[in-house]
């Protein structure tokens, strides 16, 4: 496979920079390091951009959050400087990766998302009778810098823009990419394309969706699943270095429906989890108190507004949704 060089020009550029910094604004429109940044945003562009170029750029620390739902997770927010490099180097990187991602992968990808992976998975059930559905142990956490590192060095050749990948990459726990990092969610995506290639064309499952690392394989009976979940345990722990959820690991008949992001799908109905329909109505109703607060302005309210009404429609929940819009639901 040949590989990519002559990026690092047009990452650093100051056009490239000032789009990304944009980008990095609308998921933090209100902060005050963004704030700061915009203030001067052409010289912090220009020292950035010097920083990148010399070679002189390193990564600055992460505050810590925790957030409870729908499990405790710990969530890492980089500097807005930061966050501006992020989106300037998966710029330049995705368009390389995305020729090669399988059509079936979900998360984080435009024209994507959770709305089309319910109904590709819906569609599949209605072929087949059996799904396994597994999951990897602590992902995030677990994933070997070295591997990550070797993977995306598989198609970029350009020195600089590796070695600004490596030091994004360890910048913090010699393990693990750290939660919340826009370049996080994209590299996760690169770590896990070697596994969608070998379920789907060294073992032969056509019917095979992952969405992050909740990945469901489709098929006719379960003697087959039970090979390719043994499969799927030996490839990750070899080649990747992970390890399995096992207590999140089923293998099951589509009567008895799966469940997928926040979903319960059968070939003829979705509906949505309970606890997740609550999860949002219980978001909308912060989004409605933070807006009234002026805590967030009207087009990050629609934008967050329109994601949990697209996640609550991926179900069959036409009645539901009109009493939300409505504004009966309690």
């Given at each position: ?11 650093v550029s100051?056009?490239?920079?000032r ?6 604004m ?55 400087r930061?966050?501006?490099v992020?989106?300037a180097?998966?710029?330049?990187l ?11 992968s979900?998360?984080?990808?435009k024209g994507k998302?959770t709305?089309r ?6 569609r599949?059930?209605?072929g ?10 602590g992902?995030?956490?677990s ?22 990948v ?24 690169v ?24 990945i ?7 003697r087959?699943l039970?090979?390719?979940?043994a499969?799927?345990e ?18 099951n ?8 992001l926040?979903?319960r ?16 109505l ?6 409605d108190a933070?807006?009234?607060?002026r ?7 629609q934008?967050?507004?329109?994601s949990?009404c ?21």
């Amino acid at each position: 496979m040949r590989r990519i060089g002559g990026l690092f020009p047009s990452l650093v550029s100051f056009e490239t920079l000032r789009r990304s910094a944009l980008l990095a604004m609308r998921g933090s429109p209100h902060s005050a390091d963004a704030m700061r940044f915009f203030y001067r945003l052409e010289p912090e562009l220009l020292r950035l951009q010097a920083e990148l170029e010399s070679g002189d750029y390193r990564p600055g620390g992460y505050r810590y959050f925790t957030i409870h739902e729908p499990k405790e997770r710990r969530i890492a927010v980089a500097s807005f400087r930061d966050r501006v490099v992020h989106h300037a180097l998966v710029g330049v990187l995705e368009p390389i990766f995305e020729r090669s991602f399988i059509f079936d992968s979900y998360a984080t990808r435009k024209g994507k998302g959770t709305h089309r992976a319910v109904a590709r998975a819906q569609r599949y059930l209605r072929g087949k009778r059996w799904y396994l559905k597994c999951d990897i142990k602590g992902y995030f956490a677990s994933i070997d810098h070295e591997v990550l590192l070797d993977l995306v060095a598989r198609k970029i050749k350009d020195p600089h823009v590796l070695d600004l990948v490596a030091r994004i990459v360890r910048n913090g726990e010699p393990r693990g990419l750290p939660i919340g990092n826009y370049s996080s969610q994209f590299l996760a995506n690169v770590y896990l394309d070697p596994l969608d290639h070998h379920v789907k064309d060294m073992l032969g499952f056509r019917r095979y969706i992952r969405y992050m690392d909740d990945i469901v394989v489709f098929a006719d009976d379960s003697r087959s699943l039970k090979r390719v979940l043994a499969q799927i345990e030996s490839f990750i722990e070899r080649a990747l270095r992970l390890r399995l959820k096992r207590s999140a690991c089923m293998i099951n008949t589509s009567a008895h429906g799966l469940g997928f992001l926040g979903m319960r799908i059968f070939p003829s109905v979705v509906r949505i989890r309970r606890e997740n329909l609550a999860r949002s109505l219980s978001r909308m109703k912060r989004l409605d108190a933070d807006l009234a607060a002026r805590k967030i302005d009207e087009e990050a309210y629609q934008r967050s507004v329109s994601s949990i009404c697209a996640h609550i429609a991926s179900g069959d929940t036409h009645r539901l949704m009109q009493s939300i819009l409505r504004g009966e639901s309690s």
